[in-house]
């Protein structure tokens, strides 16, 4: 007799191949789940070295860093004001630099001549002539470290617009200074700012330029233009106060907006210039809520609308984003944490009653 060998049916085939691709999809989303948390916990050791940064610097100098630091006409009370180094403007994290072991880079910038930052560097690979390269050879094109990116987040390391002029000059960081309610804009006459986060500017007009001007500004957070605060100023606890945070800069109605009703050319993607020392660039608020995006065209020609989704904190974690509080301490927060504790946490001494939520 001979002896019939078996095999698998068609049938049993695709039996088996239905349980693999059953199989395959429940066990995706397990790795995808597991990808983002190991994307989320290198974020949030992102935050803790930077909190520990500013503590360090705060260890030498009792002071926490400028937010910014930029000379300004009016105001803002450049604290070298009427000096050889008023032109001299830095960012938050250009001070934090020495203390995540990027002390070279500290060095090669040019505190005096800000411009001078925007030419191609010799000491990172440059020609010493070219204006605003796009290949990161400038200092204000340099990334350096995976300290100031969040994994999560996605697109360029560098600047982008829908105009191809200019993107990819200015390296693009994922975290930044708590101005307390408002970081953006600097300042305006009719709607809240870094100048005046409670109302317009005309409720508390900015006075003539001098030394010491930026102190009568009501910016409320941990960072400020021209002026900077220690522990000592958080009057509402150093573990209720928040330092720095993240910002997503997913927001496709947003980057869509500007060419469908002519305004810009810009997107969302074209902020968070990290050494170039502007208000957009180094500060957000929490007067918006976590996450907030644009969504509509309706929203973005809105003056206000536009200047929320500057201040905004935010991250593609989901359901909220990583935040360094002034203890040194980091915590991921709900995006449906109430806006009145929210707000709260923006402030170093607003006498509220507020903790982050466990």
């Given at each position: 007799?001979k002896?019939?060998s078996?095999?698998?049916?068609?049938?049993e085939l695709?039996?088996?191949i239905?349980?693999?691709?059953i199989?395959?999809?429940?066990?995706?989303?397990a790795?995808?789940?597991?990808r983002?948390?190991a994307r989320?916990?290198?974020?949030?050791?992102?935050l803790?070295q930077?909190?520990l940064?500013?503590?360090n610097?705060h260890?030498?100098y009792?002071?926490?860093p400028?937010?910014?630091?930029?000379?300004d006409?009016?105001?803002w009370g450049?604290?070298e004001?009427?000096t050889?180094g008023q032109a001299?403007r830095?960012a938050?994290l250009?001070?934090?630099?020495?203390?995540v072991?990027q002390?070279a880079?500290?060095?090669?910038?040019?505190q005096?001549?800000?411009?001078?930052?925007?030419i191609s560097n010799?000491?990172f690979?440059?020609?010493?002539v070219t204006?605003?390269?796009?290949?990161?050879?400038?200092?204000?094109g340099?990334?350096?470290s995976n300290?100031?990116?969040?994994?999560s987040?996605?697109g360029s390391?560098?600047?982008e617009?829908?105009?191809?002029?200019?993107?990819?000059v200015?390296a693009?960081?994922d975290?930044?200074a708590?101005a307390?309610?408002?970081?953006?804009?600097?300042?305006?006459a009719?709607?809240a700012?870094l100048w005046?986060p409670f109302g317009?500017?005309?409720d508390?007009?900015?006075?003539?330029?001098?030394?010491?001007?930026?102190?009568t500004g009501?910016a409320?957070?941990?960072?400020?233009?021209?002026?900077q605060f220690?522990?000592?100023?958080a009057?509402d606890g150093?573990?209720n106060?928040?330092?720095?945070g993240?910002r997503?800069?997913?927001d496709p109605?947003f980057d869509?907006?500007?060419?469908?009703?002519?305004?810009t050319?810009t997107?969302?993607?074209?902020w968070?210039?990290i050494?170039?020392?502007?208000?957009g660039n180094?500060f957000?608020g929490?007067?918006v809520?976590?996450n907030f995006?644009?969504?509509s065209?309706?929203?973005?020609?809105d003056?206000?609308?536009?200047?929320?989704?500057?201040n905004?904190?935010?991250?593609?974690?989901?359901?909220?984003a990583?935040f360094?509080l002034?203890?040194?301490?980091v915590r991921f927060i709900?995006?449906?944490?109430?806006?009145l504790t929210?707000?709260?946490?923006?402030?170093r001494a607003?006498g509220e009653?507020?903790?982050?939520?466990e």
């Amino acid at each position: 007799m001979k002896r019939q060998s078996k095999a698998f049916t068609l049938v049993e085939l695709l039996v088996v191949i239905a349980i693999i691709g059953i199989l395959v999809g429940l066990l995706l989303p397990a790795v995808q789940s597991a990808r983002e948390a190991a994307r989320r916990m290198q974020c949030s050791n992102n935050l803790k070295q930077l909190a520990l940064a500013n503590h360090n610097f705060h260890d030498v100098y009792k002071k926490l860093p400028f937010g910014m630091l930029r000379a300004d006409g009016t105001g803002w009370g450049h604290p070298e004001w009427g000096t050889t180094g008023q032109a001299r403007r830095y960012a938050l994290l250009h001070q934090l630099m020495p203390y995540v072991e990027q002390t070279a880079f500290y060095n090669a910038w040019d505190q005096l001549v800000y411009n001078n930052n925007t030419i191609s560097n010799r000491l990172f690979g440059g020609d010493g002539v070219t204006s605003l390269p796009t290949n990161g050879t400038a200092a204000v094109g340099q990334l350096l470290s995976n300290v100031l990116r969040c994994p999560s987040n996605v697109g360029s390391l560098y600047n982008e617009s829908h105009s191809p002029t200019g993107n990819g000059v200015y390296a693009r960081g994922d975290y930044y200074a708590c101005a307390g309610q408002r970081g953006y804009p600097g300042f305006q006459a009719t709607r809240a700012s870094l100048w005046n986060p409670f109302g317009p500017g005309n409720d508390h007009p900015r006075p003539a330029g001098g030394r010491g001007t930026a102190a009568t500004g009501r910016a409320n957070g941990m960072f400020s233009r021209n002026i900077q605060f220690g522990f000592r100023d958080a009057m509402d606890g150093t573990s209720n106060t928040i330092l720095m945070g993240e910002r997503s800069f997913s927001d496709p109605v947003f980057d869509r907006c500007g060419p469908e009703t002519g305004t810009t050319t810009t997107k969302m993607g074209n902020w968070g210039w990290i050494w170039f020392g502007a208000e957009g660039n180094a500060f957000l608020g929490t007067g918006v809520p976590i996450n907030f995006r644009i969504r509509s065209c309706a929203e973005f020609l809105d003056p206000l609308r536009y200047d929320d989704r500057i201040n905004a904190f935010g991250s593609l974690h989901v359901g909220g984003a990583q935040f360094a509080l002034t203890d040194g301490s980091v915590r991921f927060i709900s995006e449906s944490i109430d806006l009145l504790t929210f707000n709260a946490l923006g402030s170093r001494a607003g006498g509220e009653v507020a903790s982050v939520p466990e």
